[in-house]
């Protein structure tokens, strides 16, 4: 039935029951969305997580061989139907009372699902962040977005011999190796560079110094004055006033923060490489667009999570499967193979 699903955008039970070929009737597979079926779906999902379809395959590319794993994280949320604002609370405003996130991470150079977790869209990523460094091992990069700007997870993934990459958020304090503040608009103003690198601590003394590379890179004039037209109107809607001059000058660089060291972390390799996050916003865009994980006519909870959990499954095996082929094909070849015309193609009728 999860493959089944696949093709349902809004899955009916009487459809359901026609995917899975057998006797029951609809009333009988409706009472068969319990707690329980939940609990037994995410124990499959686990198990699928763990499954390989090939050992130590990986992307080969100069400027990644000394990271184990490249990870990405990011969530992606939808609104649902508002009966189930109990189990998951929305974002509330104008979307709706109740709505699911997913956390979700992707192993870019072995090109895999590494695992994800489902919980209500007001659950900000931030919170999630702290729970990051138990999936980590030595030697991993991790990218994030400034949602999961943290400074005790960075300090946790630095100590498990991890490293990080990250945008700087701008209301955190620089400090020098000396402990001492630094501006860091009059160093930005005051250089003709187009990068500028410095070794910092991120943090305040009442909290553990986050030891890193700060680099900042100037962007271009069309990208930085979109950037400030858009601080402007975030700023004037959540502040009702304008942003401070520093922060529309900032507009002006991407800076980043690491803890990987410049002969693994190049300055050059950084853009590129901070680029690679877009590949989980792919991710997102076709588990929604052809699994259709977002998409459910039920209000009861254990149904809605059940649908979810079943397309999860279909997602993880699928992009195990099409890991194993295009990065043999891409290492052989320098070729790869499109994941939507794959899924598609996988999960056409007549092959179910």
């Not at 597979?29 to 609990?39: C, D, G, I, S, Y």
């Not at 139907?81 to 109990?86: E, N, T």
């Not at 946790?156 to 190796?177: K, M, P, W």
């Not at 194993?324 to 056409?348: H, P």
Request: proline share 4%; with cysteine; aromatic share 8%.
């Amino acid at each position: 039935m999860t493959f089944g699903l696949v093709g349902m955008p809004f899955p009916s039970l009487a459809a359901m029951v026609d995917s899975i070929r057998a006797k029951v009737s609809r009333e009988a597979l409706h009472q068969r969305f319990t707690e329980k079926a939940v609990e037994f779906l995410r124990t499959c999902v686990s198990f699928v997580f763990q499954q390989k379809i090939l050992d130590a395959v990986r992307i080969e590319t100069p400027l990644l061989r000394h990271f184990a794993r490249v990870l990405i994280i990011d969530s992606s949320s939808w609104d649902i139907d508002p009966a189930l604002k109990d189990t998951f609370p929305g974002s509330g405003g104008s979307a709706s009372d109740a709505g699911c996130k997913i956390q979700l991470c992707y192993d870019y150079l072995h090109g895999i699902l590494s695992f994800f977790e489902l919980g209500p869209s007001n659950r900000p990523d931030n919170w999630w962040s702290r729970k990051i460094p138990q999936f980590l091992q030595a030697g991993d990069l991790l990218i994030t977005d400034l949602g999961y700007f943290c400074l005790l997870t960075f300090n946790q993934i630095a100590e498990c011999g991890a490293y990080f990459l990250s945008r700087y958020h701008t209301n955190t304090a620089v400090l020098d190796e000396s402990e001492k503040s630094i501006d860091l608009c009059q160093i930005l103003r005051a250089t003709t560079n187009d990068t500028v690198e410095l070794n910092v601590r991120l943090g305040s003394s009442n909290q553990k110094y986050v030891m890193c590379r700060l680099i900042g890179m100037r962007v271009s004039s069309d990208v930085a004055k979109k950037r400030r037209e858009k601080l402007t109107r975030t700023t004037l809607k959540k502040r009702k006033k304008l942003p401070h001059a520093d922060s529309l000058y900032l507009c002006n660089w991407t800076i980043m923060v690491t803890n990987a060291p410049a002969q693994l972390l190049s300055v050059d390799t950084l853009r590129p490489l901070y680029c690679l996050r877009w590949q989980i916003e792919l991710l997102f865009k076709q588990l929604k667009s052809v699994l259709k994980i977002h998409k459910s006519c039920s209000c009861r909870d254990p149904r809605v999570q059940c649908e979810l959990l079943g397309r999860m499954i279909v997602g993880i095996i699928i992009h195990r499967i099409h890991a194993a082929v295009n990065i043999g094909l891409w290492n052989s070849e320098s070729k790869e193979i499109s994941m939507d015309k794959f899924i598609k193609e996988l999960t056409r009728e007549p092959m179910l």
